[in-house]
T-cell receptor
């Protein structure tokens, strides 16, 4: 059973058309939720970490939010260079431990056309 | 810092051959992870090390896969014998403590 589910699988936006990507998770003992960007032929690149419900992080046109069961990555007025696959991952583990596996979703492939 | 360095970038081999993938983590990072990425299954954790010691290898598919970390600056993932279903992109990643994960550029493995 998938512990991290991302939707939609693919999203096509016109430049300037804002939208949101969803990441829902079922792990218990959440230690952190991570967003990564992956360009073709490259490894995932870190964007944000969120630790508790209600937390928000922003970077340029991206804003990540977290609730108890899901996270959203909001993209405001996207540009073609925002085209990439966006991956969500959750880390669960015992309290006080820095260990813990990262469970990745399958990603949302975003295409922004001019 | 040069980041996480993986080699080779591409590997094409025939079924039954031994394949060795290499990784140099970022200096000072005490955790090292090996992931496999496919269209069908996404990113899967194979194994991770802490201070060169394997901590969780439950993601290693079968005995054909093995990983070592002889020192803090080098790790290998070996597949012997390789099979076509092992074709995937293999990523190495490292981090310092509980902080963010840095990925290498990956090794694209094709087993014919």
């Amino acid at each position: 059973e998938d512990q991290v589910t991302q939707s939609p699988e693919a999203l096509r936006l016109q430049e300037g058309e804002s939208s949101s990507l969803n990441c829902s998770y079922t792990v218990s003992g959440l230690r952190g939720l991570f967003w990564y960007r992956q360009d073709p032929g490259k490894g995932p690149e870190f964007l944000f970490t969120l630790y508790s419900a209600g937390e928000e992080k922003e970077k340029e046109r991206l804003k990540a939010t977290l609730t108890k069961k899901e996270s959203f990555l909001h993209i405001t007025a996207p540009k073609p260079e925002d085209s990439a696959t966006y991956l969500c991952a959750v880390q669960a583990g015992e309290r006080g431990s820095t260990l813990g596996r990262l469970y990745f979703g399958r990603g949302t492939q975003l295409t922004v056309w001019p | 810092d040069a980041g996480v360095i993986q080699s080779p970038r591409h590997e094409v081999t025939e079924m039954g051959q031994e394949v060795t993938l290499r990784c140099k983590p970022i200096s000072g990072h005490d955790y090292l992870f090996w992931y496999r990425q496919t269209m069908m299954r996404g990113l899967e954790l194979l194994i991770y090390f802490n201070n060169n010691v394997p901590i969780d290898d439950s993601g290693m598919p079968e005995d054909r896969f093995s990983a070592k970390m002889p020192n803090a600056s080098f790790s290998t993932l070996k597949i012997q014998p390789s099979e076509p279903r092992d074709s995937a992109v293999y990523f190495c990643a490292s981090r310092a403590g509980g902080k963010k994960l840095f990925f290498g550029s990956g090794t694209q493995l094709s087993v014919l």
